[in-house]
């Protein structure tokens, strides 16, 4: 009997691989491999998240309305042109799902968001993968890499897993040599983290051109991960085509009245940016100051480099943490780092103080 069988191209696929959450024999360790918000979210988007418990038969709110209200109000933006999703991450899918297909290309830099790869490989597409450029997106060889074939070209401003950015110039000067029927996806996961006065999110942009999309998040800064809400603010086609191919009731009851809160909580939030920066800075300092190659980081984390011989390599140093109790993210594509999410202000204390151990350590 013939087994059922899935699309060609889904059999050479892999998966997203989350972060790591559990170490074996440690009870409780430390989780900065995911880049949650150590801060923790607005103590109003708690309480509204259990008073929804009561209602949690009724189904939500169908198309996020109050919760897209909620953030045209606090942005100054037009509510008609947001969508919410469970997590942009939902979004991200849905532009990918909506616009490529076989024979489609999709562009994305080489060393970033893993999404992006993931999905274009589920709908048969072919993915682009452009080297960066100090460690954010190469707008020349992204530009160099579009052909009649490309259908959206993604970019995560700033870059997980570098933390570096684009100033709003080159984005400028990435759309402008784009052509018109290419979306340009602006992922802005982690626009509330950045400090840098030369960067800017997209609105202004979406506003005035018919193929560029901004992605949003409530998941880092905000502190939601687990609630599953992010929204994206699109030209009125991309936002009816990404309705009608969404699922009916995509946002959860409970994450739309915590989303308005943590929106409307706009003190907690600046707060909160506060810390990370400080704490950003503080990690970047201390291990800049070991003599490992920290990258400057524009987000809730930081990506350093470790030497290349297997005593200090970032092998042996991910495995030391883990040993201690630390999980932070190895990743395969650049297998001398380690991305380190910003923690409570003793979480970071203590991993800086077991990375000077393991570099100042001999051999075992
Ligand atoms: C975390 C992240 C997201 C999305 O997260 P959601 O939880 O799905 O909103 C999107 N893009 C980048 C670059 C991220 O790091």
């Not at 409780?28 to 309480?47: D, M, T, W």
């Not at 942005?75 to 489609?104: F, M, V, W």
């Not at 923690?343 to 204390?349: D, F, I, L, S, Y």
Request: net charge negative.
């Amino acid at each position: 009997m013939a087994a059922p069988k899935a699309h060609d191209w889904i059999a050479g696929m892999a998966a997203y691989v989350p972060g790591k959450a559990k170490v074996d024999g440690i009870a409780h360790p430390v989780k900065l491999s995911s880049n949650e918000c150590a801060y923790g979210p607005s103590p109003a988007a708690i309480e509204a998240f259990a008073q929804s418990a009561e209602q949690v038969l009724r189904y939500p709110e169908a198309d996020s309305a109050a919760l897209r209200a909620a953030i045209a109000g606090v942005h100054g933006l037009d509510g008609d042109r947001i969508i919410c999703g469970a997590g942009s991450d939902d979004i991200l899918t849905l532009l990918i799902h909506s616009y490529a297909g076989p024979g489609d290309e999709v562009i994305y830099s080489q060393v970033g968001f893993m999404v992006y790869p993931v999905q274009t490989k589920a709908v048969g597409a072919t993915g682009i993968a452009v080297p960066n450029k100090n460690w954010a997106a190469d707008v020349d060889g992204i530009l160099a890499a579009v052909t009649s074939d490309t259908k959206l070209v993604f970019i995560d401003n700033p870059n997980n897993p570098t933390g570096a950015y684009l100033p709003w110039r080159e984005i400028e000067r990435l759309y402008a040599g784009l052509p018109e029927n290419v979306i340009l996806v602006l992922d802005a996961a982690y626009a509330e983290c950045v400090t840098a006065a030369d960067y800017n999110a997209g609105a202004e942009l979406v506003e005035r051109a018919e193929n560029v999309i901004m992605t949003r998040t409530f998941s880092k800064m905000y502190a939601l991960a687990g609630l599953r809400v992010g929204w994206a603010y699109g030209p009125p086609a991309i936002i009816d085509v990404l309705n009608r191919v969404r699922m009916p009731f995509n946002v959860c009851l409970p994450g739309q009245p915590a989303a308005i809160a943590a929106v409307e909580d706009t003190e907690h939030l600046a707060r909160s940016v506060e810390f990370n920066q400080e704490w950003r800075d503080a990690l970047i300092a201390g291990l800049d100051a070991m003599g490992l190659d920290a990258v400057n980081s524009q987000t809730n984390f930081v990506l350093v480099g470790f030497p290349k011989d297997t005593a200090h390599s970032a092998k042996a140093a991910n495995e030391f943490l883990m040993r201690n109790g630390y999980i932070v993210r190895a990743l395969p594509s650049l297998p001398n780092h380690l991305r380190i999410s910003v923690g409570k202000a003793e979480q970071n204390q203590a991993i800086l103080s077991l990375i000077a151990e393991f570099m100042n350590g001999s051999p075992e």
